[in-house]
């Protein structure tokens, strides 16, 4: 591997070595950031669906989940740690 990375700085120069680097640094970056955008592309798709198949419950569950909000008659504890 060190021969491999000593023949390449040689054979590219140094600044097409650092480079190299670079754009192999940028496109594990990338993957990452695809590999993030597929999960929340797939929480999407899910809330899309629920949507579909149950638009009141899915409102319901957000309403709750996402603002707090309590049924009437209910009491909303908040726990300080």
């Not at 097409?16 to 993030?36: D, V």
């Not at 809330?47 to 009491?75: C, D, H, S, T, V």
Request: aromatic share 12%; no cysteine.
């Amino acid at each position: 591997m060190l021969a491999a990375v000593i023949f390449a700085a040689t054979a590219f120069g140094n600044q097409h070595f650092k480079r190299l680097l670079i754009y192999k640094r940028n496109k594990k970056i990338l993957r990452m950031q695809i590999t993030e955008l597929e999960k929340e592309n797939a929480a999407l798709k899910k809330q899309l669906e629920m949507f579909e198949q149950n638009p009141k419950e899915a409102y319901y569950k957000i309403a709750r989940e996402e603002f707090g909000m309590i049924e009437p008659g209910e009491i909303k504890y908040r726990f300080i740690e």
